[in-house]
């Protein structure tokens, strides 16, 4: 069975930083595409980051761009420095159909970050 | 960037009634060189993640129940629920994975009526 569990969020003041993890079982890692997508407290999804399967193409909505830095080894993860209160929301880590298809197949339950002072 | 806009916002369809939503992106999401429309759609309950419903525009996911269908080519495409259920009540979403950034709509809430 596919899991995606996502842990490292948080309560952090404005211009600080966190790092958020996702930890991926049930499939071959390496062989898909990964993703990022928030959603703030009673909003909609929107696409964060993404990354391909080789970790070799990494892609970002313009709102994070520069700020925030996708990654991965065996976990996914995403770095996020000089944070807003506008990027409190629920982040969920997000699996790819193939090695660089960005429609998601599989999430995890999400993790909290608040910025907040 | 691709804008996406669903509508209607909101909808109330009565059970066992049809649920038709719509999608319209900013530029076309059809790639001629493998004819596929990269359009994704995704239902999401309360407190839950989103599921993926629909891919390629029209391609239902495995274990999606056959009352969901997609449909649409270029930059208009809807999903469309025939007989609704009522565990069928959630917010859906459109999403186009043909270029970066990889935006969703704005979501459409349906409701039982």
């Known amino acids: 069975e596919v899991q995606l569990l996502e842990s490292g969020g948080g309560l952090v003041q404005p211009g600080g930083s966190l790092r958020l993890s996702c930890a991926a079982s049930?499939?071959?890692?390496?062989?898909?595409?990964m993703g990022w997508v928030r959603q703030a407290p009673g909003k909609g999804l929107e696409w964060v980051s993404g990354?391909?399967?080789?970790?070799g193409s990494t892609y970002y909505a313009d709102s994070v761009k520069g700020r925030f830095t996708i990654s991965k080894d065996n976990t996914l993860y995403l770095q996020m420095n000089g944070l807003r209160a506008e990027d409190t929301a629920i982040y969920y880590c997000a699996k790819g159909r193939g090695s660089s298809s960005y429609y998601f197949d599989c999430w995890g339950q999400g993790t909290l970050v608040t910025v907040s002072s | 960037d691709i804008v996406m806009t669903q509508s209607p916002d909101s909808l109330a369809v009565s059970l066992g009634e049809r649920a038709t939503i719509n999608c319209k992106s900013s530029q076309s999401v059809y790639y001629s060189a493998n004819s596929k429309n990269y359009l994704a759609w995704y239902q999401q309950k309360p407190r839950q993640p989103p599921k993926l419903l629909i891919y390629w525009a029209s391609t239902r996911e495995s274990g999606v129940p056959e009352r969901f269908s997609g449909s649409g080519s270029g930059t208009d495409f809807t999903l469309t629920i025939t007989s609704l259920q009522a565990e069928d009540v959630a917010v859906y979403y459109c999403?186009?994975?043909?270029?970066?950034?990889?935006?969703f709509g704005q979501g459409t809430r349906l409701e039982i009526k």
């Open positions: 999403q186009q994975y043909y270029d970066t950034p990889f935006s």
């Open positions: 049930g499939f071959t890692f390496s062989s898909y595409a």
């Open positions: 990354i391909s399967s080789s970790g």
